[in-house]
T-cell receptor, first 116, second 113 residues
């Protein structure tokens, strides 16, 4: 597609429920990132996929968080047993890999998750 | 670990004036890249300007320019002739080793008529 697409745009869920957030990167972009932006905070790195390499999961805050990327394209971030502190905007970004990363990422518009 | 610090949570400027947003970073690397991103209310992060650490010349993009001081590990953004559309959150970010971007906490800029 022309840009990075994220769905849903907004999600309200009850505490304890599971949620899935979707990211459709720019076609041909091999690198895909998930960040979390809590109210008044900067962007917190969650996970990074690069081609067929094992993902960098070093930013996932707990084992309730997981992500996968199927076929090197679409990615899904899953949060199990949601807690109120999970409320945030979840941003996805993609980029061409390798040295092209030095030109920055293209971001989606994010999913605002509200846990009530 | 690399860190990025933006010490100004909020800034205000009047239309047509110039404003400078501050950013400092900490790294032991010698080769890296620095970025300023803008986040309007639409939430989409937009790349404003990029600087390569091995280039001494400061990057410019139209009304946006940076003051890159490598020894001081400082990377400020100057916005000239501010416009109402410049109202947004601005994030400074750092990249090394072609890994992940590390972001500061952001500066909220309000441009008033």
């Amino acid at each position: 597609g022309a840009g990075v697409s994220q769905s849903p745009s907004n999600k309200v869920t009850e505490k304890g429920k599971d949620v899935e957030l979707r990211c459709d990167p720019i076609s041909g972009h091999t690198a895909l990132y998930w960040y979390r932006q809590s109210l008044g905070q900067g962007l917190e790195f969650l996970i990074y996929f690069q081609g067929n390499s094992a993902p960098d999961k070093s930013g996932l805050p707990s084992d309730r968080f997981s992500a996968e990327r199927t076929g090197g394209s679409v990615s899904t971030l899953t949060i199990q047993r949601t807690q109120q502190e999970d409320s945030a905007v979840y941003l996805c970004a993609s980029s061409l890999g390798g040295t092209a990363l030095s030109y920055g990422y293209t971001f989606g518009s994010g999913t605002r998750l509200t846990v009530v | 670990a690399q860190t990025v610090t933006q010490s100004q949570p909020e800034m205000s400027v009047q239309e047509a004036e110039t404003v400078t947003l501050s950013c400092t970073y900490d790294t032991s690397e010698s080769n890296y890249y620095l970025f300023w991103y803008k986040q309007p209310p639409s939430r989409q992060m937009i790349l404003v300007i990029r600087q390569e650490a091995y280039k001494q010349q400061n990057a410019t993009e139209n009304r946006f320019s940076v003051n890159f001081q490598k020894a001081a590990k400082s990377f400020s953004l100057k916005i000239s002739d501010s416009q109402l559309g410049d109202t947004a959150m601005y994030f400074c970010a750092f990249l090394t080793g072609f890994q992940k971007l590390v972001f500061g906490t952001g500066t909220r800029l309000l441009v008033s008529p």
